[in-house]
Nanobody
Framework: RIQAVESGGGSVQAGGSLTLSCIIS????????LGWFRQAPGKEREGVAC????????VYLDDVKGRITISRDNAKNTLYLQMNDLKTEDTGMYYC???????????????????WGGGTQVTVSS
């Protein structure tokens, strides 16, 4: 059974930074495109960023471009999300998941499958 453990969330003021990590087990990690989505209370879940298994090709939600960077370390089975210049609208629970890469490319928008872990909370205050 695939398991993921997300970490690195916290409470920061607007303009601050956080780096999220996700360690995934029982998955051929290097063969999967992966990504992050977030969900805020009362809102639909929203794909934030995806990265191809090649570690080079990435797709971002328009609202986070230039502020957030997704990366991966295939040797460590770990996915990262570096978040800078955080805004209050970035608040939410963040989850890692496999990316539906075909849909991501077709729509030029991060598209993720269901999460494996419990997420990590990011709270940004003004």
């Amino acid at each position: 059974r695939i398991q993921a453990v997300e970490s690195g969330g916290g409470s920061v003021q607007a303009g601050g930074s956080l780096t999220l990590s996700c360690i995934i087990s029982e998955l051929p990690f290097a063969s999967y495109p992966l990504g992050w989505f977030r969900q805020a209370p009362g809102k639909e879940r929203e794909g934030v960023a995806c990265i191809h298994w090649d570690g080079i090709t990435t797709v971002y939600l328009d609202d986070v471009k230039g502020r957030i960077t997704i990366s991966r370390d295939n040797a460590k089975n770990t996915l990262y999300l570096q978040m800078n210049d955080l805004k209050t609208e970035d608040t939410g629970m963040y989850y890692c998941a496999a990316s539906d890469w075909g849909a991501t490319i077709a729509n030029d928008k991060p598209t993720l499958n269901r999460a494996w872990g419990g997420g990590t909370q990011v709270t940004v205050s003004s």
